[in-house]
Structures are given as C-alpha cells and as structure tokens.
C-alpha cells in the first residue's frame, strides 16, 4: 500500500503516541479539584504552554477545541456574533474563494440564516488572494467589516497565502483577521505574534498528533461568542470537559513537528520534486496546479485533460495507491471542486484532477510505486472518457 | 472477471453482490447517485447526492464485503435520459416506463461504458431475471420468481448489454434473499421494497408533473363527445385510468369508466366502459432485440406492463418496428408502454407500443 493521502490524515508520530497513551490510563478531570484533577490539569496547562511556545503566542491564547472544524466554526460564528453584537453595522465577512469548507460553510451559514453579508474575495490562477483585492474590498466600508477569513495555505492545491501582506492590510483598517493553518502548521514557519493575525486554526491529525482535537488561536482581547455553553471550560469561550490525552497527543506533536520542521520540509521538498518531474514525464499532458514557488512542500496537484479524477482515483487505489480528487461531499459524489473553479479552471478540468499529499512516513519507493502505476492509469481513464464522450450522440425517437 | 456491482443501497443489489465476491470475481462496488437536490448557496452539496442514507447503506454492505466502493454522479445524465424524458412523454399523451429508460440509457448504457473503459467485464445488479447462455448466444429469461421478475424491464438489453450483464439473483426467491442478506450481516436485510419511481418518493406522479409541466384545463368526454367534466391536465392520465376522473355524473347504466384515450393535441380525455379498453392489437416503434433479431412473422407472448400477464400473439417484425396481433384481449394499454416479447420464460425484445386497436 502506498499512501500519499497525508493531507487527508497523517500518520501519529510516535513522540505524541507515546505522550496520549501515558494519560489514557490515568483518571483526572482537569476541572476537578483534588490531587487527580490537580494532575490532569498540569498536564493541560504544560500542553498549552508547549503549543504556545510552537506557535509564538501566549499559552493564555490557546483554546482547544474538539478539531480543525470546530476551531473554524467558533472563528467564523463566534467572531462575526461578537463583532456584531458590539457594532450592529458589521455585517460584512470577507473569505478567500479557495477557504476550506470548515470556513466557507460556516460563512455561507452566518449570511442564509444570521443576516451576515458574505463576500467571497477572487484569487489568481495560482490560488493566491492578492493583498490589493483585500485592500478593495475592506475599503468599500470599513466600519461594516465583522472579519476577515483567509487560509495560511490551501489544502487542496498547496498555494500558501500571503498571510503577512494581508495582515498588514486588516490592522491597518483594525478588522480581525482570521487564518486556517490547518495544513501549515508542521511544514511552515507559523509565528501567531508576528503574523498579525486575530485568530488562527490548527488541527492535531495533519501535523502527527491525535484525530479530534485541535485548537484556535485568539489575539488576547478578542472574545468570541461560545458555540458551546456548559461547564466553563477555556475561559468559557469553550465548554466541556477537557481531553487530557488528546491535548498531551497534539501538544507533543505540534511540539517534534515544529522542532523537526526545516529537515523534514527539506524531505518533503526532495520527494515531491521527485514526483512532480517524474508525473510531468510520464504524462506530458498533465498539469501541474497551484503556485509553483509559495506552496506546501508534501502537496502535489495535476489535473489530467481527458480523465476523470474519480476513474484515476479508483483505478490507482485498484493498484494500491491511496490519493485524493481533493474534495467530495459526506455522500461520496466527487463535485468539481470550488478551489479550482475559482483558480479558472473550467468543470472538466476541475473533475480531472488529483492530489498526492506527503508525510513523515513518506519514502522514495512511495513516489517510485506512483510513478510506475500513473501512466497505465492514466491511458486507460481517459480510454474511459473516450468511452463516455462517444456514447453521447444524439437519441433518435422514431414515431 | 472484474466485475462492477452497482449497489443502490437496498437489499438486492446488496445481496447481488455478495454471491458476485463469493463466485470468485473481482468485485468494486459503486452507488449511483441520480437524484439531484435542490443545491447550496456557496456548495452544490445536495446536488448528486442521492438519499445520502442510500449511499451510506450500500457503502456499509460494500465496508462489509470487503470491496472497493465509490458514489458515480450520474445525476445530470438520469434527469436529461430519464426524468426529462418521463415528463416529455407524458405531456405528448404516452405512458412511459422509467425504469426501463433507465436500465437502457444509464445502468446498461452510462454506466456499462464507463465499466468497460476503466477495465471491467460486466456490470452486476439485483435484477431478478436469468441469463442463460444457449446456444447461439446470450439469453434473457424470466427470475424464477414470478412476483419479483423483473425481465419486463430489462428487455431494452441487447445482445452485447447481455453478454456483460450479471443478475445473481434470477434463480431466488425474495425471500430466500432477505434470509441470505441477515445470514451475511448485512444491515440492509430488512429495509423494505422500493415501488416508487425513484425520482417521485411519494408517489404523486400527477403531482410532479403539475409541478413540472403547469395546468392545463380541458375536458372530460364520452365516446359520443358528450362533455361530462374538466380536469387540469390531460398529460396526467393514463388510458385504463378509473380513480381521479372527478366525473360528477354516474354513466346511464351506472357502470365505472375508464380513460380510454388521452388526446394531448386538444387537451382531452375520453372515458367509456370497461370493454371498451380491450385491444387487440398494437404497433410498436424503436424495436429492441435481446440477441439476434427476431424478423419476419412469428407467435409468441406479449406482456405490455411490468406486473401483466402474457398473452399469445401473432408477431409481424420488421427493421423499423412490430404489429403485434394478440389472440386474447389484453385492458388498459397505454401508448408509451414497452411490448415485451417472450418464448416461454425468454425474452425475445421489446418496442415501444405506439397504437392500439
């Protein structure tokens, strides 16, 4: 089997392994008062601080949450509730076309059923938000701007954001702006502080940390509306009873990502050079997408003229290799994806295409079984298409 | 053989393709969705998805099997070969059978290609009809189950279509495949039956097409054209009708009445006793042959609905279509429906019936 799904989900690494099972067996509510909730709370509150230390903000910043999803959806619905409640005319929330559905959901939601206005920002035909177009667009009306949403780097194609630019471009109009660095963090130098940024996601399944938990990053001051009422947990901006194993799982993991980041960006970059050269040879048609300097160093994405991306997808894990079209609903139904639309391509193009993400446990011989599983792949799908494109005459009705 | 088992999420498919894996073939599953929802502001998410919980019980049967499971969009193809064609039928005053339409342009069309191209060698489904391999080819019989048979509406397949079909279910009973699926464990053993038109869950077909293709009001008359009511549409009546001709007065000998024609050029529904239902013969276009054709004159049975009786018949078939001369007078036969032809338990091929006498 060869994997190269590590954007989807990637492996534990074995520091944070180590760290969640030591707290699974232990019993402790970090909420509780005695000896044993005294423990569980240690263990939180080092995690925090190990997180802060990775990411350059304050430990008093961090807030857990149950993912990346739910850090998105707390940024977006908390934010725009809070920012609105203080100020009736922020209305406006402005997104990158390219955002997650985490981000782009929860927006959408906030304009059907809360009044919010959404305005979705176009990109280039790299997927980069140019810092201008943000700059336009706040200066229609700055004072209706409840927040900014901009992703640190795409999950689908890779391009990373200019997220310093466009920090610039919010502080300088004072409106919160908000980053998913789901896919960042781990691969690329992620500073909270000197990013500028209000408020930042991150997961702890892509960066080698357990599934499930995930934190959002809050600027001190900035308050968010809770999603969750309860307990008062996370300074009540997050209830429940806090996952101890999870939070040491995600902290020692973020802690070893951070830590090892530049040998093991360097590894990845060596690997998907590889395998960018060796898919342009063996199939020259394919087309490389995604900004072809400022992008994630595990993402490769093509687009394959005449395929469909869910025949190569089928036909590859037939061959057991295990990549991704890079978007598809809970159903299963692969939709042209919104990422690359808003890049230009058309809805062809845009279901043609697929993306091979690396990890920690990536290899030479993954990128080696790829490379000679691709171009067999890749005749017989577009054989298919052929197929299918031909069978599309005209039905003559007699009578 | 590699073999592509569409699975609709409900019990026979399921259990389709598990005789498939336990046959020895290379068994990849996948779910048709044909269903478009109404879609999403930012996201088209409903559109495609089919009952999401379709989707998701055919992928826990596949998890289950062990097999390879993928959803195929064909959604835009169905509402374009199947529902746009079901409306478009209608409003010309014929009865269309979707089902069939549906097995000739996307399961055994669409769907086969598609198979084919990415390297299959046949495409498995929970039919219940028998392939039989005789001796100058391919054949298509009826499932030995008479209730659940379904080689009505498989008799658009020809020859090729056969030759890369797969029905493990024609020698069972549906019994004996609900017993099958809860011996397997899989969790479809007791959904119940569909009998709708898919694309019409709750089964108002007069409903949809209201929706679909507006009101049209016109009259309700006698054989003599004597007016005996109004009705909103004649496109949503089907010749053999009785229920829902909203006809206030009782005909003079105080028998029920029928719809006997539907006449879409003036709008008109005609209506008359029972009797006068009875036909005895019919032409037949778009004539489609289960193996070589069938030409020339010949007996044979015809059954023109999907749960009707045979009956036999005297067949004149040509390249552009058939007459079919029945010795026994068969009720109710709609312009739209499909003549099945059959030798015993075989399917010989179908047309599209066009007029009746």
């Known amino acids: ?399 | 053989m590699r073999v592509l088992a569409a699975m609709s999420g409900g019990v026979d498919s399921a259990v389709a393709a598990a005789r498939a894996v336990e046959a020895g073939h290379d068994v990849v599953g996948v779910h048709l969705a044909l269903a478009e929802v109404s879609g999403h502001s930012v996201r088209d998410r409903g559109k495609g998805c089919c009952t999401p919980d379709d989707a998701r019980d055919a992928g826990r049967v596949a998890d289950v099997l062990g097999i390879p499971f993928y959803v195929w969009d064909l959604a835009a193809q169905f509402r374009a070969e199947v529902v746009d064609d079901f409306v478009a039928e209608y409003a010309a005053g014929r009865t269309p059978n979707p089902c069939l339409r549906c097995n000739e342009s996307i399961k055994f069309a669409a769907v086969l290609d598609r198979a084919l191209g990415l390297g299959f060698d046949a495409v498995c489904t929970g039919h219940y009809a028998r392939l039989v391999d005789g001796p100058s080819g391919r054949e298509l019989h009826r499932a030995v189950d008479p209730d659940k048979d379904q080689s009505y509406v498989l008799g658009v397949l020809d020859a090729d279509q056969l030759a890369h079909s797969l029905f493990p279910l024609g020698d069972s009973v549906k019994s004996e495949v609900r017993a099958e699926a809860a011996a397997r464990g899989l969790i479809v053993a007791a959904k119940p039956d569909s009998h709708d038109i898919c694309f019409i869950p709750d089964g108002d077909t007069a409903g949809f097409l209201r929706s679909r293709l507006g009101e049209r009001p016109g009259e309700v008359v006698d054989t003599s054209g004597a007016v005996l009511g109004s009705h909103s549409g004649a496109y949503g009546f089907t010749v053999g009708q009785r229920k829902g001709l909203r006809i206030g007065t009782p005909a003079p000998d105080g028998r029920p009445r029928y719809v006997l024609d539907v006449s879409v050029v003036d709008n008109r529904v005609t209506v008359g006793p029972a009797e006068a239902l009875d036909v005895l013969g019919l032409s037949g276009d778009h004539p489609r042959w289960c193996g070589a054709p069938t030409l020339g004159s010949f007996e044979c049975l015809v059954q023109v609905r999907a749960h009707g009786d045979p009956v036999p018949a005297d067949v004149t078939a040509i390249d552009s279509g058939l007459q079919i001369a029945l010795r026994e007078p068969v009720r109710g036969v709609a312009p739209g429906q499909a003549a099945v032809l059959y030798a015993g338990t075989r399917v010989l091929g179908s047309a599209t019936i066009t007029a009746t006498v």
């Not at chain 1, 048609?285 to 190569?312: K, M, T, W």
């Not at chain 1, 978007?327 to 139904?333: F, M």
């Open chain 1, 1 to 399: 089997m060869t994997y190269l799904d590590h954007a989807a989900t990637t492996p534990m690494l074995p520091e944070a392994l180590a760290a969640m099972t030591a707290e699974l067996g232990r019993v402790g509510n970090p909420s509780s008062l005695h000896g044993s909730g005294r423990q569980a709370r240690r263990v939180v509150e080092e995690s925090r601080e190990t997180v802060a230390a990775a990411l350059g903000c304050r430990p008093g910043e961090v807030v857990f949450t149950g993912g990346g999803t739910e850090a998105d959806n707390l940024a977006l619905k908390g934010l725009y509730w809070a920012r609105s409640r203080e100020d009736a005319a922020r209305r406006r929330i402005l997104i990158s076309a390219v955002e997650h559905h985490a981000v782009l959901d929860p927006a959408a939601w906030l304009a059907q059923e809360q009044g919010a206005v959404l305005e979705v920002l176009p990109v280039d035909s790299h997927g980069r938000l140019r810092p201008e177009t943000l700059r336009a667009a706040i200066e229609a009306d700055p004072a209706s701007v409840a927040l900014v949403s901009v992703m640190w780097a795409n999950n689908e194609v890779g391009t990373v954001q200019p997220i310093a630019e466009l920090s610039a471009v919010a502080r300088e109009f004072d409106v919160p702006l908000h980053s998913d660095a789901v896919q960042a963090v781990g691969t690329l130098p992620v500073d909270f502080a000197a990013s500028g940024l209000s408020a930042l996601s991150l997961t702890g399944h892509k960066l080698g940390g357990p599934l499930g938990v995930g934190a959002l990053v809050l600027v001190r001051g900035m308050v968010p509306t809770p999603l969750l009422h309860g307990g008062g947990q996370e300074r009540d901006v997050h209830s429940g009873t806090l996952d101890t194993p999870a939070i040491a799982g995600l902290a020692a993991a973020i802690e070893a990502a951070v830590r090892n980041r530049d040998a093991h960006s360097a590894m990845l970059l060596d690997l998907r050079e590889g395998l960018v050269a060796g898919v342009l040879a063996a199939v020259p048609d394919a087309q490389y997408n995604g900004d072809p300097v400022d992008r994630l160093p595990g993402i490769a994405h093509f687009s394959f003229p005449g395929c469909e991306g869910d025949s190569l997808l089928m036909l590859l894990d037939a061959r057991g290799i295990e990549c991704s079209t890079g978007s598809a609903c809970s159903a299963g139904v692969a939709r042209p994806s919104h990422v690359l639309l808003a890049m230009g391509h058309d809805e062809a193009s845009a279901r043609s295409s697929l993306r091979f993400s690396l990890g920690h446990t990536s290899t030479g011989a993954d990128v080696a079984a790829l490379l000679e599983a691709l171009p067999p792949v890749v005749e017989r799908a577009q054989r298919a298409g052929e197929i299918a494109a031909a069978r599309h005459k005209p039905r003559i009705r007699l009578g």
